[in-house]
């Protein structure tokens, strides 16, 4: 199946579904977030789709946010966590051994902006799941983890889900 084929599949099933829609954002979220699982999920087009929905059917949008905010922050804690507990050995697995430059590049904008990295690296591709793995490993401290970690999933999941659900709305009034 193609990311396109993926996408209209997974929207189709929260229209269809929609009690469905909270856990499966999650998921997606988590997914996403996740070091090892974002290198392979599609969920960022899959969650866009997903605000769109939202702004065309009436679906709620604040379960739909919070999961999204929630599956993120676990994602990037299990990243942190992973990264606490391997250590720099994490590059030697897959699929993260198949991108060398990912780590180092993670390591390289966490020594730079340190807690604000945890924060803006999520709105950032692949450091997105890299940067709280490299966050673990540097040892920082994991009250301040959180603290960056939750905020950003919850401005994460406001910009990924709202320019659909509610831009979508806005553009309609005024066309």
């Known amino acids: 199946m193609s990311l396109d084929q993926i996408t209209q599949a997974t929207i189709a099933f929260i229209q269809a579904h929609e009690a469905w829609g909270i856990p499966l954002v999650l998921v997606l979220a988590f997914g996403e977030s996740l070091a090892f699982i974002s290198l392979l999920l599609p969920a960022t087009v899959i969650l866009i789709g997903v605000g769109f929905l939202i702004g065309e059917s009436g679906i709620a949008f604040w379960p739909l ?7 993120a922050a676990l994602g990037d804690w299990l990243s942190f966590w992973i990264g606490t507990r391997l250590g720099s050995r994490v590059a030697h697995y ?29 709105f950032f591709g692949p450091l997105r799941a890299s940067v709280p793995l490299v966050a673990g490993i540097c040892a920082m401290p994991p009250l301040t983890f959180q603290i960056a970690n939750i905020a950003s999933a919850l401005v994460w999941a406001t910009g990924i889900l709202a320019p659909g659900a509610f831009g979508l709305k806005w553009l309609q009034q005024w066309m």
């Open 65 to 71: 946010w919070l999961a999204a905010a929630v599956g």
């Open 94 to 122: 897959w699929p993260l051994s198949r991108y060398p430059d990912l780590i180092p590049r993670g390591h390289q904008f966490f020594e730079r902006w340190g807690v604000a990295g945890v924060f803006f690296g999520r």
